[in-house]
């Protein structure tokens, strides 16, 4: 088993481009989430999705949007990058789905840095 | 609102020292309590979790007794070795899907 996949490890964009962020997950978790992480401050989420065909709003959902396309996998997208989105980004999942605090299992991560 | 604090790394020890690192959290309820480690590199993996108060998460020789007392969830290891070197990150649960992260110690175990 893979665990979770995250692609890209690692990009550079200008100001105001675009790009997706691509999450997969091969353990048949419920529920995924998008975190960021930036120095000093811990995790924090940007969406989650507690089940197939659902997404909400975490703590920091502002310049971001994400898609459940499937089961296995949970994209994040920036549609006009600012430099305040450099951070790592890391996604995650969980097994049950029922909100209940289960164990969330991260994926590598994906170094942004927007110019 | 629920928060969760952890001491300020970096936190540099010498193999086979004594580790705490200190936790404690406000939360309304009955919070579940978890350690996450972060190696280089790497993303986060549970380490270890306490459900309700008095509880005791272990792994790999850390230890965290949820203390409701206290509100304090602090990590303890007798003896660190270099590989324990990383950055522990406390965390919190109280609802929903919503989990509350420390901002994250870094920890340096020399040979």
């Known amino acids: 088993n893979a665990g979770v996949t995250q692609t890209p490890k690692f990009q550079v964009l200008k100001t105001g481009q675009s790009m997706t962020l691509q999450c997969a997950q091969d353990?048949?978790?419920?529920?995924m989430y998008w975190y960021r992480q930036d120095p000093g401050m811990g995790l924090r989420l940007i969406y989650y999705?507690?089940?197939?065909?659902?997404?909400d709003k975490g703590e920091v959902p502002n310049g971001y949007n994400v898609s459940r396309l499937n089961k296995r996998e949970f994209s994040l997208r920036l549609e006009s990058a600012a430099p305040s989105q450099t951070s790592v980004y890391f996604c995650?999942?969980?097994?049950?789905?029922?909100?209940?605090?289960?164990?969330?299992?991260f994926g590598p991560g994906t170094r942004l840095l927007v110019l | 609102g629920n928060s969760v604090t952890q001491m300020e790394g970096p936190v540099t020890l010498s193999e086979e020292a004594f580790l705490t690192i200190n936790c404690t959290y406000t939360?309304?309820?009955?919070?579940?309590l978890f350690w996450y480690v972060q190696y280089p590199g790497e993303g986060l993996q549970l380490l270890l979790k306490?459900?309700?108060?008095?509880d005791k998460g272990s792994n790999k020789g850390f230890e965290a007794t949820y203390r409701k007392e206290t509100t304090s969830f602090h990590l303890e290891k007798g003896s660190v070795q270099v590989s324990d070197s990383a950055v522990y990150f406390c965390?919190?649960?109280?609802?929903?899907?919503?989990?509350?992260f420390g901002a994250g110690t870094r920890l340096f175990v020399k040979a």
């Open positions: 995650a999942s969980s097994e049950e789905g029922s909100g209940r605090g289960e164990t969330q299992y």
């Open positions: 353990m048949n978790h419920n529920s």
């Open positions: 999705s507690a089940s197939e065909g659902t997404t």
């Open positions: 939360a309304t309820g009955y919070p579940s």
């Open positions: 306490a459900t309700k108060a008095d």
């Open positions: 965390a919190l649960f109280t609802g929903g899907f919503k989990t509350i």
